[in-house]
C-alpha cells in the first residue's frame, strides 16, 4: 500500500465478522501551516543592524514633545533622516530598507508631532487659527471601557467648541478609523504628557450624541487612563493616515530577517532582467486564450522563451503584443501605461495566461492596485473567466461577484472542522477570562452606583480594618441617619459625610454653540473607503464589538480649602473615622477615590497590556484559519495597503506571483514588501507621467528625499527594461493631441476612435469637441484654505445644463478640478439649481479620478490671483491626468493667460489650442483656435452660434438660440421660452387657462400646466395625464432663470423624497399655520362646497395627482409653495385628522385634502 495514502487515511484490519480486511476511515484534520505564527514569531525580536530596526511603529510620546518645533519652524532641521535615490544604485539591503523605513516613517509622524507642537505654543487657540489642518477637542473624558477582539479600548466624550463648527460625520474625515490622535491632561497642555492613541472606531451613532462620543485604542497599555474625571484635550492632525504606513514599517524591518528575491534589481540596479524561475523550468504555454488561429499555426505549445509568435493574429496591436511577451518571461517586468492604452487589459490578458498554464499545486497568483475601486474592476475581469478567486481587505462597493467573494463572505459558507494547534481558540477562551477579571477590577467605577464601597478599600489597602469598623459601626449607630427619603439604606459615606457628598451627573451637559455645519470633506462611500484602507480591521468591516464597563464617579465632594498634605495625613492616620473633623472628611473621601483608581489603574494596565497580546495572538489564529481557504483559490486580490497589513497570511502561501497596477502612483515601501522569500516574479504596470504617490509631507517630495519617486519611477530612471503601451483608444484625436507635451510621439490613435459612430460630436456645440475658455475672475479661499472660483463655477454649471437641454445625460458629464474647494463649490452650485438637483453628477478632484474616463469632461482651473500663482496647476503628472479623461468632449475654464506664462507644460497646451501648435512667449489667439474669452454653443435649430461671456449670458438661452419659439404647445397657446432642442411636450405652458369649468361654466384661472379646478365651487374638472412627458417651467431657476426637461421617473423620485423629508418640514409649517388658519377657515366657510366632499378616496387620490403637478412645477420653475394646514370639521376627532392647503403665493389657489390620504399618495413638501 502506498504509505502516503496510509498516512493520509489510516491503516486497515480485519473486522470480526469478515475474511476480508475492514477499512477504518480515520478523518484526518486539516493541518495547520505554521508558517503563520512563525512569521510573528520571528518579527517579535528585532534584526540585527541600524537603530531603524528598533524604532517602534506608532511614535513615543517623548518622540512628540521633545522636539523644540514650532509653528514656524523646520522640523527637519531636528530630524536626521535618510534620503532616497531616485538614480543609481544602493550599498546594502539595509541601506536601502533603512532609508525607506525613516522617510516613511517620519513623513507620518512629523504632521501629528508638529500639530502637539502647534497646540502647545498656542493652547487656547481654535481650529481656525491653524487653517483648519488640526483637530482639536476639549473636554475628553473617559465614559466606557470595551473589551473589543481587537485589544482594549476606550470610550470617550468630547467637545467640538474648539471646532466652531457642527460636523457632518458621515461626510468628515475627522477621526477616521486608524487615525492617530494625541490625548493630553487639560491642566498639562502637552508640557510634560502625550498619550498616544489610534481611533478605534468611529460609529456614527456615537458621533451623533451630544457630547459626542468615539472608541480609541491606547498605543501603549502603560499609558492607558480610566478616570472618568480627569479632563483630557484631544488633537488629531486631519487627515493624517497612519494605520496602512505603520503595517507597511513593521513589514520593512521584518524583510531585514528574509531573504531578498530581487534585490540585484532592486538594490543593484541590475538591467538585464532574466526569466522567472519557474518559466525557464518550463517555458511552453497555451496562449490560445489570448491569440487566435487563423491560418495554421497552433499556440497550445508556445516556447515563449525561444520561439514567440512572430505575427499573430490577435486582438492586441503590437505594443500590447511586446508588454505581454515582457510579462510572461521577465522575472521582472515593468509596463508603462498611458492614458486608453489598455493597461488593465494586459494585466488581464497575462493572468489569464498563467492561469490556463498553472499546476494544480500552484499557489495563488497575487494582485494588487492601489485604490480599492480599481482591485474590484480588476476582479470584475478576472471573474469572466475564472471563479476561484478571493477579494482581501474590508471594502468592496461592487454588490455581485465580488461581494460574495470577499473572504468574509465566503468565510460564512465554508463549516470546516476546528484548525487543530491553532492559536485562536486558546486566545478567544483566555480573552474571556480577563473580560471577567476586568469586570470585578473596574466595578467601583461601575456608573450608577453608590458611594465607595469600605471592603474594597480595605482590600485594596488604602484604609485599615479597624477604620473600616470604626466607619461602618458609627455609621449604624446613627439610626435615623441610615435610610434615605425613600427607606433606602444609606451607605457609610453617605452618613460620614452627609450632605458634602455630591451625585455627579451621569452625562456631560449637553452644548449648543449655536455653529453653521463644517463643510463636507467628502461624499459618505469615499468615505468608507478611506476608513477601510486605514482601518485595522480584516474583512468585516463593522463597528467595535465586545463587552463594554460604564465607568463613573457617581459620587464626589468638593475641594475643601486650606487643608494642608500635614492635616490631610493626620486626618489619614486616625483610627476612628469619625474622629476626624467634619471640614476635612471632604478631602479624604478624595483621596480615598485617587487611591482607588491608582490601584485600579495599575491593575487595568497589567490586564490590559495581557489582552492586547492575546488579540495579536487571536488575530495570528485568524490567519491560520484563512489560510486553508486561501490556499485553494487561484488568485488573490486586494489593496497595496492589504500587501503590508496581510503580509504574513501571504507568506505563508509561498506565491510565486505578485502583480500590482498602479503601481506608480505608490510610495516605494508598500510595493517593495510584496517582494516575499518566495516571490518569483513581480509584475509592475503603471504610468510615472500620471498621478504620482501622495506625501503628507510636502518637503518631502523635493530634493534630496524624493519621497514620492515611486518604484516603478525610479526602475525608469535607470534604465531598465520596460515596454510602453502606445495605441490609445480613448480621446478623439482633438483630445489626444493636447498629451503631446507630456508623451511627445509616443501616443497613436486607434481606428475606433476615429468612428463618430463610436465618438460622437457633442451635442449643442456644432463641432467644437475641445474648448477653453479663458475668463479674469478672481479665486477665493475657503476655511481650509483651498481654492474655489464662484464665478467660474457658476459659468460652468451654465454649461451642464446647456449640454442636458441638448439631450446629454447627467451620468455623461464630468466635473473635474484642482481643488476640493471648488468641487464644494460646484457641487453647491449644482443643488441650488431646481433643475439640475434632480440629477446625480460626477463631481471629482483630478486626484481621485485616475483611471477614470467620461463621454464630456469640464475641467475647472480656478487659479486666478494677483501673485501669479498656479500651485497644483503646476504639477505635470495631475496635469496628464486632467487632461486624458474625456473621450468625446473636453472643456476648460480658467485664466489662460496666466496658465501660459507660469508653466512650460501649460504654455504648449495653450499654444495647440490657440493653433498656434508649438511652445510660445506669447499668447495669441489664431484663426480656427480653440480657445477665447468666450464660449460658442451652436443651435441645432437655426445652425446660429451664440458666443456667451458670463453666467448671465445662459438665462438668454434654453439650450438653442436667442431667437423666440415660434412653436405652440400642446394647449394650443404659443411657446412662451426662446428657441430650444427639447419638445413642447415637456414645455409647461404659464399662460391662464380660459377653459369653461364644467361645474359653473366660468372660465379656469389656472394656469394650463395646472390642473383645471373651481375655486369658488372647490370641485375639480381635469386630472393630470400620468403618462406625459416631462415639464419645462417658465421664469425661475437659479442661474439660467428657466426651469429643465424633467422625466417623469424623476419627478416621481423628487416626490418621494419630499415626502420623506415632511416631517423635518412641521415645525416650518406651524409658524404659518398660526397666522393663516383664521384666513383659511373664514374662505372655506364662503365656499359653496363643504371640505368633506373631497373626503372620498377617489377624490383624494386625484387630488394627489394634482397637487403632484401642481409642486412639481414650482419646485422647478418658481416661488416653492406655502403650506398650510386647517382642522377638518367633518373629520372624527378622535382620528385628529387634518387638512393641508396648499397655496401658490402668486396665483392664489388654494386646494385641499386629508393628510390621512395624503400619507399614501405622497407629500409634495419643497
Keep these: 500500500m502506498n504509505e502516503n495514502l496510509t498516512e493520509r487515511f489510516g491503516r486497515s484490519r480485519r473486522g470480526p465478522h469478515q475474511g476480508t480486511e475492514q477499512v477504518e476511515i480515520w478523518i484526518v484534520p486539516p493541518q495547520l501551516n505554521k508558517n503563520v505564527s512563525k512569521y510573528y514569531e520571528d518579527a517579535e525580536s528585532p534584526a540585527d543592524g541600524g537603530s531603524w530596526l ?38 546594502s539591503k539595509e541601506d536601502y530598507l533603512g532609508a525607506h523605513y525613516e522617510l516613511l516613517r517620519e513623513d507620518a509622524v512629523r504632521p501629528l508631532r508638529e500639530a502637539v507642537q502647534r497646540v502647545k505654543f498656542s493652547p487656547q487657540s481654535k481650529e481656525d487659527a491653524f487653517n483648519g489642518s488640526i483637530g482639536i477637542y476639549e473636554k475628553v473624558h473617559i465614559c466606557s471601557v470595551k473589551c473589543s477582539p481587537r485589544g482594549i479600548a476606550i470610550r470617550v466624550t468630547f467637545s467640538l467648541f474648539r471646532a466652531g463648527k457642527k460636523i457632518l460625520w458621515e461626510q468628515s474625515k475627522r477621526l477616521i478609523s486608524g487615525s492617530l490622535v494625541v490625548l493630553t491632561p487639560a491642566d498639562d497642555q502637552f508640557k510634560t504628557k502625550a498619550i498616544v492613541a489610534t481611533v478605534a472606531a468611529r460609529p456614527l451613532d456615537g458621533l451623533r450624541l451630544n457630547p459626542p462620543e468615539i472608541d480609541l485604542f491606547i498605543a501603549r497599555a502603560e499609558e492607558s487612563e480610566i478616570d472618568p474625571a480627569k479632563e483630557f484635550w484631544m488633537i488629531e492632525q486631519r487627515g493624517s493616515m497612519y494605520e496602512a504606513d505603520k503595517h507597511t514599517l513593521l513589514a520593512l524591518q521584518r524583510m531585514m530577517k528574509e531573504p531578498f528575491p530581487l534585490q540585484e534589481h532592486l538594490v543593484n540596479v541590475k538591467r538585464q532582467i532574466s526569466a522567472p524561475d519557474y518559466v525557464s523550468q518550463r517555458p511552453q504555454m497555451d496562449m490560445t486564450a489570448v491569440l487566435t488561429n487563423n491560418r495554421h499555426e497552433t499556440y497550445e505549445n508556445v516556447d515563449v522563451l525561444h520561439n514567440w509568435p512572430t505575427q499573430p493574429h490577435s486582438e492586441l496591436d503590437a505594443s500590447q503584443l511586446a508588454a505581454l511577451r515582457r510579462v510572461l518571461t521577465k522575472r521582472l517586468a515593468v509596463i508603462q501605461g498611458p492614458p486608453g492604452t489598455g493597461k488593465t487589459h494586459i494585466s488581464v490578458q497575462a493572468i489569464r495566461i498563467m492561469l490556463e498554464n498553472r499546476n494544480k499545486d500552484d499557489p495563488p497568483i497575487v494582485i494588487a492596485c492601489q485604490t480599492n475601486h480599481a482591485v474590484d474592476q480588476l476582479l470584475n475581469h478576472i471573474a469572466q473567466f475564472e471563479p476561484d478567486f478571493i477579494r482581501l481587505g474590508g471594502r468592496s462597493k461592487d454588490k455581485g461577484i465580488i461581494k460574495a467573494r470577499t473572504l468574509y463572505e465566503v468565510r460564512k459558507l465554508i463549516n470546516e472542522n476546528p484548525l487543530a494547534g491553532s492559536r485562536g481558540p486558546q486566545a478567544r477562551k483566555k480573552m474571556r477570562d480577563l473580560v471577567k477579571q476586568f469586570k470585578v477590577l ?25 477604620q473600616a469598623d470604626s466607619l461602618t459601626d458609627g455609621a449604624s449607630q446613627w439610626v435615623q441617619s441610615t435610610q434615605d427619603t425613600h427607606g433606602n439604606t444609606l451607605s457609610p459615606f453617605q452618613v460620614w459625610l452627609g450632605r458634602s457628598l455630591i451625585v455627579v451627573p451621569p452625562k456631560q451637559a449637553q452644548e449648543d454653540f449655536g455653529f453653521d455645519f463644517e463643510e463636507a470633506d467628502l461624499e459618505f462611500e469615499q468615505l468608507k473607503d478611506l476608513e477601510a484602507e486605514n482601518a485595522n480591521k480584516d474583512d468585516d468591516f463593522e463597528d467595535l464589538k465586545g463587552e463594554s464597563f ?40 478624595r483621596h480615598f477615590q485617587a487611591e482607588m483608581k491608582r490601584v485600579i489603574l495599575a491593575g487595568f494596565r497589567q490586564k490590559a497590556a495581557k489582552y492586547d497580546q492575546l488579540a495579536e495572538q487571536r488575530r495570528i489564529g485568524s490567519f491560520e484559519e484563512y489560510e486553508r481557504i486561501l490556499k485553494k483559490q487561484k488568485i488573490i486580490g486586494m489593496t497595496t495597503t492589504g500587501l503590508s497589513k496581510y503580509r504574513g497570511l501571504l507568506a505563508s502561501l509561498q506565491p510565486k506571483i505578485v502583480l500590482i497596477e498602479e503601481a506608480a502612483e505608490v510610495l516605494e515601501a508598500p510595493v517593495l514588501v ?26 518631502h517630495e523635493d530634493k534630496p528625499f524624493y519621497l514620492n519617486v515611486s518604484l516603478f519611477e525610479r526602475l525608469v530612471n535607470n534604465r531598465l527594461d520596460f515596454d510602453v503601451l502606445s495605441k490609445q483608444r480613448r480621446m478623439i484625436p482633438e483630445i489626444r493631441r493636447l498629451l503631446q507635451p507630456i508623451y511627445k510621439d509616443v501616443i497613436k490613435d486607434h481606428a475606433s476612435v476615429l468612428d463618430p459612430a463610436k465618438r460622437p460630436p457633442v451635442p449643442g456645440m456644432g463641432g467644437i ?24 463655477a457658476e459659468m460652468i454649471v451654465g454649461f451642464v445644463k446647456y449640454l442636458m437641454y441638448n439631450g446629454m445625460d447627467s451620468k455623461q458629464i464630468t466635473l473635474l478640478t484642482f481643488y476640493n474647494g471648488q468641487r464644494k463649490k460646484l457641487l453647491s452650485e449644482l443643488r441650488s ?27 475647472s482651473l480656478v487659479r486666478r490671483n494677483s501673485q501669479n500663482q498656479i500651485g497644483f496647476l503646476n504639477i505635470d503628472n495631475r496635469v496628464c491626468v486632467a487632461l486624458s479623461r474625456a473621450k468625446c468632449g473636453f472643456y476648460l475654464f480658467g485664466d489662460a493667460r496666466l496658465l501660459f506664462e507660469s508653466s512650460k507644460t501649460w504654455n504648449k497646451v495653450i499654444s495647440t489650442m490657440a493653433n498656434k501648435g508649438q511652445k510660445s512667449d506669447r499668447l ?24 456667451l461671456k458670463d453666467p448671465g449670458d445662459w438665462t438668454n438661452i434654453d439650450g438653442g438660440c436667442e431667437q423666440k419659439c415660434s412653436g405652440t404647445l400642446p394647449c394650443g397657446h404659443d411657446c412662451p421660452l426662446a428657441c430650444h432642442p427639447f419638445s413642447h411636450e415637456q414645455v409647461n405652458c404659464p399662460e391662464t387657462c380660459g377653459k369653461p369649468l364644467t361645474c359653473c361654466g366660468r372660465p379656469c384661472k389656472a394656469q394650463c400646466q395646472d390642473a383645471c379646478v373651481c375655486k369658488s365651487c372647490r370641485s375639480q374638472n381635469q386630472t393630470v395625464d400620468d403618462s406625459a412627458g416631462s415639464l419645462v417651467g417658465w421664469g425661475g431657476g437659479s442661474g439660467s432663470g428657466r426651469g429643465g426637461p424633467v422625466p417623469r421617473s424623476e419627478a416621481n423620485a423628487w416626490t418621494n423624497f419630499a415626502k420623506e423629508e415632511e416631517p423635518r418640514y412641521h415645525a416650518e409649517v406651524a409658524s404659518i399655520n398660526a397666522s393663516r388658519r383664521n384666513c383659511a377657515e373664514k374662505e372655506s366657510r364662503q365656499q359653496s362646497a363643504p371640505l368633506s366632499d373631497l373626503s372620498n378616496a377617489n377624490t383624494m387620490k386625484q387630488l394627489s395627482l394634482e397637487l403632484e403637478k401642481a409642486a412639481l412645477s414650482p419646485a422647478l420653475t418658481g416661488p416653492a409653495p406655502m403650506l398650510v394646514t386647517v382642522e377638518d370639521k367633518s373629520a372624527d376627532p378622535e382620528e385628529g385628522r387634518k387638512v393641508l392647503m396648499m397655496e401658490e403665493e402668486q396665483g392664489g389657489v388654494a386646494v385641499a385634502g386629508h393628510s390621512k390620504d395624503w400619507s399614501k399618495e405622497g407629500s409634495l413638501l419643497d
Excluded at 519652524?73 to 544602493?90: H, K, M
Excluded at 475641594?559 to 471632604?586: F, N, Y
Excluded at 475658455?773 to 464665478?791: C, G, I, K, V
Excluded at 460658442?936 to 458666443?947: A, G
Design 833 to 859: 439649481d431646481p433643475y439640475l438637483r434632480l440629477h446625480a453628477f460626477n463631481v471629482v478632484t483630478v486626484d481621485s479620478y485616475q483611471g477614470e474616463e467620461n463621454d464630456v469632461v469640464i475641467l
Design 674 to 699: 510584496a517582494c516575499l522569500p518566495s516571490l518569483q516574479h513581480l509584475i509592475l504596470v503603471g504610468d510615472h507621467k500620471q498621478l504620482r504617490p501622495h506625501c503628507n509631507v510636502k518637503q
Design 442 to 466: 473596574l466595578s467601583p467605577l461601575e456608573a450608577s452606583k453608590q458611594p465607595l464601597n469600605v471592603s474594597l478599600l480595605v482590600a485594596f489597602g488604602i484604609i485599615t480594618e479597624k
Design 769 to 792: 469637441n475641445t474648448w477653453f475658455f479663458t475668463h479674469e475672475w478672481n479665486e477665493q479661499r475657503d476655511e481650509l484654505s483651498s481654492a474655489y472660483n464662484p464665478m467660474e
Design 924 to 947: 495669441q489667439v489664431e484663426p480656427a483656435s480653440r480657445l477665447d474669452a468666450h464660449l460658442p454653443v451652436c443651435c441645432t435649430n437655426h445652425d446660429q452660434i451664440t458666443l
Design 550 to 589: 460604564a465607568i463613573a464617579d457617581n459620587f464626589t465632594c468638593r475641594e475643601t480649602p486650606g487643608v494642608t498634605k500635614a492635616k490631610l495625613q493626620q486626618a489619614l492616620a486616625e483610627r476612628d473615622m469619625w474622629q476626624i473633623s467634619e471640614a476635612i472628611r471632604p478631602s479624604v473621601y
Design 54 to 91: 528598533r524604532l517602534p511603529a506608532i511614535p513615543t510620546s517623548s518622540e512628540l514633545l521633545d522636539l523644540n518645533t514650532g509653528d514656524d519652524s523646520d522640523s527637519l532641521n531636528n530630524v536626521e533622516i535618510a534620503t532616497n535615490r531616485p538614480r543609481g544604485a544602493w550599498d
